[in-house]
């Protein structure tokens, strides 16, 4: 298992690198960055300074030309006085340390800023996949055991026409039937606490975040039931076919001991190896449209404003992050894979 994993934590580096200099490349084709940005800024307040000062008299430095000089302090501002494979050592030296450098908008860490939007995107997230499965996986075994029934249908129905409704749609449709719109005002319109939530009760504080949460977390969740809800179903049914089954039904079992002591924990496999990446994944899932639906400043928002205002270092460092999380999951899944199936070799997992 070590020498898996010691081989598998190398890969990771190539992986890593790949991914960083593509997206670093690609930036450097971009236009509008924020060199440009600001040099658009600086002529534009020096034309609005001139016709203010009412002509050519007008000694603010804005309303000249950028000269050479000006444009090298720029550039050595936002760090773009360097050659593009330097820049991109120094960036590569700053995040093996976890430097992910600082912000060129919000002129503070980008780390920091994961840190401060990583609450929401966590409660969102986090809850989202909570209940998702314990929902889900009773449901979809449910499901197995009376497939084919009318339950079976009614069920099916109602989570695919869940699957089938855009998230931010049934946002939209939560908010104006309860959040104030033209029906009840229930739930609060956007945020994830109170105002006032520093000086309420610890229960306070408790029910004061569920109501908040309540509205997004439903726009979310209503859609991820059908996936694992199926998926459960599927895996029960294949497992109920086979011999080792019948077998432990001819040896007088009752059908709920060979369904939770037999069938269940090879069914759940597939939902077992593939939890450590969902549950890393709840971590760092933004979901634009719903933060912005629900006024909430979280990592999808982040990352969207940072795209849109060219704050490569927020881009960056966002993407190493999500990288980073996204091969140390893929790690843990197939690590879990093996633990939880011991017909399963590590040498087959790598193949």
Do not use: C
Request: no cysteine; net charge positive.
């Amino acid at each position: 298992m070590i020498r898996y994993i010691a081989k598998r934590l190398l890969l990771m580096i190539p992986t890593l690198l790949g991914v960083l200099l593509l997206t670093f490349t690609v930036i450097q084709f971009v236009p509008g960055g924020p060199v440009e940005q600001m040099v658009s800024e600086l002529r534009g307040k020096g034309h609005a300074m001139h016709e203010a000062a009412g002509g050519p008299q007008s000694l603010y430095r804005g309303a000249q030309d950028i000269g050479p000089e000006r444009m090298k302090e720029i550039k050595a501002l936002y760090g773009f006085d360097k050659p593009a494979p330097e820049r991109f050592l120094i960036m590569l030296k700053g995040f093996a340390t976890f430097n992910l450098g600082n912000s060129y908008f919000h002129h503070e860490s980008v780390w920091a800023l994961i840190k401060e939007k990583l609450p929401v995107s966590i409660s969102i997230g986090l809850w989202t996949l909570v209940i998702t499965y314990l929902i889900s996986i009773p449901l979809g075994i449910a499901k197995a055991v009376r497939n084919g029934t009318r339950f079976d249908m009614l069920t099916s129905t109602v989570i695919l026409t869940g699957y089938a409704i855009p998230s931010f749609v049934l946002g939209v449709v939560l908010l104006v039937l309860f959040g104030g719109g033209s029906f009840l005002q229930w739930f609060p319109l956007r945020g994830l606490t109170s105002d006032n939530w520093a000086h309420l009760s610890l229960w306070g504080k408790i029910t004061d975040y569920l109501w908040h949460i309540t509205l997004p977390v439903t726009a979310e969740v209503v859609g991820s039931f059908a996936v694992i809800t199926m998926l459960t179903k599927n895996s029960f049914i294949e497992e109920i076919r086979k011999q080792y089954v019948t077998t432990a039904h001819a040896k007088g079992l009752t059908e709920r001991k060979v369904l939770y002591r037999h069938v269940f924990r090879n069914a759940l496999l597939p939902l077992l190896t593939g939890f450590p990446a969902a549950f890393i994944g709840a971590f760092f899932t933004g979901s634009l449209l719903i933060e912005t639906i629900f006024s909430l400043d979280g990592l999808g928002l982040l990352s969207y404003q940072a795209i849109m205002q060219r704050d490569y270092p927020v881009v960056m460092g966002t993407l190493y992050v999500y990288t980073l999380a996204g091969l140390a999951a893929k790690l843990i899944t197939d690590i879990s894979y093996v633990l939880a199936d011991p017909r399963v070799k590590f040498e087959s997992v790598a193949e």
